[in-house]
């Protein structure tokens, strides 16, 4: 399943050590749990959550530049998913969590390919 989000999440550097900011983090994180809600009305979710999954979040910015993959773990993405019962949960035990970074000036987005693993 994949996912497309016509945005890129903001970084973790904006809310790491600033109290004040919780109020706008957490408005932030409810937006993009809604902008996840929405974009899997547009696929086949699965009948009960991925016990296990390969979680693939490519980030196509809008403008070029360095970006640290730690500042964009996927915070705001793989909670909804867990919410919204795509995955059982996401611990170590049930994510393998790939992080990518590309550009894409005309259309920044975020795509999230998510494949259950079967043991």
Excluded: C
């Excluded at 996840?36 to 693939?56: M, N, Q, R």
């Excluded at 049930?94 to 992080?99: I, S």
Aim: hydrophobic content about 30%; aromatic content about 10%.
């Amino acid at each position: 399943m994949t996912i497309t989000i016509p945005d890129t999440p903001p970084s973790n550097n904006e809310f790491m050590g600033n109290s004040r900011n919780f109020n706008i983090y957490r408005n932030l994180k409810a937006q993009w749990h809604w902008l996840i809600k929405a974009a899997l009305t547009k696929v086949e979710k699965p009948k009960t959550p991925y016990e296990k999954a390969l979680v693939e979040i490519t980030y196509y910015f809008k403008r070029r530049g360095r970006r640290d993959p730690d500042n964009f773990s996927g915070k705001m993405l793989l909670d909804p998913l867990v919410r919204e019962g795509v995955l059982i949960d996401d611990s170590f035990d049930n994510v393998e969590l790939r992080l990518k970074g590309n550009y894409d000036k005309e259309n920044p987005r975020t795509e999230i390919k998510i494949t259950e693993i079967k043991e």
